[in-house]
């Protein structure tokens, strides 16, 4: 009864929290509830006998990803009103993928049947004689390798999209050209400055990289003072 009453209460959570996660308006408040989602998802894994699974779950996502997600929305100072601006020219075409989405959710849950004898694996989830993390690799990469790295393709092709979506291309920024820099000769990096003994060479007598007109020019050496900068 207790358990019952558990799982219901970190489900009736989970989904409000998940469904504030795309709906509030403040990024921070929708990493926050992220975060209480994660949580309450740990709670169910407990609740389910996947103790590795919730542990991964806290230290992991809310420890790690989710932390990670708070100082990226707070530190880059994203325009999401410019993100925002094409949502009604691209509306047809998400809910499109939506009703894609959800007919084939429907054609699962419509084959799906209750396998028998369900109920006394609700109380022994684990194989017998193999503890939990190891069950949990053995369904992972021996029987659903396949689906396990499909997931880490759509994961991969979402952060590339989000990458995509918030890079903004700052024109003032300096650039490395590796072709120019390996194309240079010793003469157009290489400055050499006669220093007087005890005088030393001034900060503004030092130029990099050399200038492209000078380059070609070469400058008198003192015997026995040249120094390389």
Do not use: C
């Not at 989602?37 to 809310?62: P, T």
């Not at 003994?197 to 020019?217: H, I, M, N, S, Y």
Request: proline share 5%; glycine share 8%.
């Amino acid at each position: 009864m207790i358990m019952m009453i558990a799982f219901y209460i970190f489900a009736a959570i989970l989904l409000g929290s998940a469904a504030l996660v795309v709906s509030v308006r403040n990024p921070v408040h929708s990493v926050l509830f992220l975060i209480l989602a994660f949580f309450n998802a740990a709670g169910l894994f407990l609740l389910a006998g996947a103790e590795f699974l919730a542990m991964i779950l806290v230290i992991v996502y809310v420890g790690a990803v989710a932390v990670l997600f708070l100082f990226v929305v707070m530190m880059l100072d994203v325009n999401f009103a410019q993100l925002r601006e094409g949502f009604q020219r691209y509306a047809p075409i998400g809910a499109t993928v939506g009703l894609v989405l959800f007919a084939e959710l429907a054609m699962v849950l419509g084959g799906w049947r209750v396998a028998p004898g369900i109920t006394a694996l609700r109380a022994a989830p684990m194989p017998a004689g193999m503890q939990n993390t190891a069950a949990l690799g053995d369904l992972l990469y021996t029987h659903n390798i396949l689906l396990f790295q499909l997931a880490g393709l759509v994961l991969l092709v979402a952060m590339i999209g989000a990458i995509v979506l918030t890079h903004r291309d700052r024109r003032t920024s300096r650039r490395q050209v590796i072709a120019r820099q390996m194309a240079r000769s010793v003469a157009e990096t290489l400055e050499l400055v006669a220093a007087p003994l005890g005088a030393g060479v001034a900060p503004g007598e030092f130029r990099r990289p050399k200038p492209l007109e000078e380059a070609a020019v070469p400058h008198p050496v003192a015997p026995h003072q040249g120094e390389g900068h």
